[in-house]
C-alpha cells in the first residue's frame, strides 16, 4: 500500500529508466509525488507504472545540458506538485575507452551531462527549495569517485566532481536548510552496464571482489534514496554514501 500524500514535489532527472525510475517508483509507493524529469518528456518507460502510483507521477521533459530546459521543468513542476521539496540529481552519460585517445569533445560530453548538469540543477531548484522554506538534494555519484579505473577517465573524474559540488552546495546552503548528499553506488545491473557485466570475463573478475557476493539491484539504491528523502536528516549534509557490497573497501 502506498504511504501518505507527502507535501511537496520531488524531481528525478533521468527517470525514464534504470535508478532513476526504481528511485521515481520508491518515491511514489512511500507517498511523494514524482516529477520525472526526462528528455522525451515520457516519464518512465522501462516499466509499467501500478496503477494507484500514477497519479504520484508527472512527466516534464527536460535536458540536463540545457539549462532553460532545466529551469522551465523545475518550474513547472514544482507548481503542479505544491513546491518543490527536493531533487534527485540521477541523470547520467558514460563512456569508456583508453585514455590516449579519448578525444577531448567526448571528455567534454560526459562532463557536460554529470557535472554541469548536477550544478545546473541545483542552482535551478535552489530558490525553489527555498520558497518551499529548504528540502533535499540527493546527488547521483558512484564509486568511481575513488578509484583509478582504466578506460573510464571522463566518468570518474564527473563522479568526483559530483562528489566536490555535493561538499560546497551543502557548505553553503546548510543555514538555508538544504540538506545536499552524494549517493555513489557501485556495480548496479541497468542500461548503462548491462552488455559488459553481462561478459563471463567480466563477471569472473568482478564478483569475487564484492564481498557481498553480488552485484547490486537498482531497487536497493532507490530504498537508500527514498529513506534519505523520507528521514531528512539534516545534520548528515555533504556526505558521500557508498553502497558497492563492500568493494571498494575490501583488503
Ligand atoms: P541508465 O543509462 O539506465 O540511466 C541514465 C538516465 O539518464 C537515462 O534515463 C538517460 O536517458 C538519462 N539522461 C542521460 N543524459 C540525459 C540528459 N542530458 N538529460 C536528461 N536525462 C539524461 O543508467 P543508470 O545506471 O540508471 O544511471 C543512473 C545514474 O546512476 C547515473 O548518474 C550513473 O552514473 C549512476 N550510477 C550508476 C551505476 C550503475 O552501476 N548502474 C553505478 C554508479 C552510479
Known sequence: MAKRKRQGI???????????????????????????????????????VPKRLAPRIIAERCDVTDERSVARAL??????????AGVLN????????PSAELATEDFEAVQRTNVTG???????????LLANGGGMIVNMGSFFDRLGVPQNLAYAASKAAVGAITRCLAVEWAAQGIT??????????TNLNRE?????????????????GRLGTPREVARLVAVL??????????????????QTIAH
Request: glycine content about 12%.
Open 75 to 84: 518550474a513547472a513542476a514544482a507548481q503542479r506538485g505544491g513546491g518543490l
Open 229 to 246: 528523502f523520507e528521514e531528512k536528516l539534516h545534520y548528515m549534509t555533504g556526505e558521500t554514501i557508498y553502497m558497492d557490497g563492500a
Open 10 to 48: 520531488i524531481a528525478v532527472t533521468g527517470a525514464s529508466r534504470g535508478l532513476g525510475a526504481s528511485s521515481a517508483l520508491e518515491l511514489a509507493r512511500r507517498g511523494f509525488t514524482v516529477a520525472c524529469l526526462t528528455r522525451a518528456g515520457k516519464g518512465i518507460e522501462e516499466v509499467p
Open 90 to 97: 540521477n541523470a547520467g552519460y558514460h563512456i569508456r575507452g
Open 180 to 189: 545536499v548528499i552524494n549517493v555513489a553506488p557501485g556495480y548496479i545491473e
Open 196 to 212: 559488459f557485466l553481462s561478459r563471463p570475463a567480466v563477471r569472473e573478475y568482478l564478483l569475487p571482489r564484492i564481498p557481498v
Open 118 to 128: 548536477v550544478f545546473v540543477v541545483a542552482r535551478e531548484a535552489y530558490p525553489l
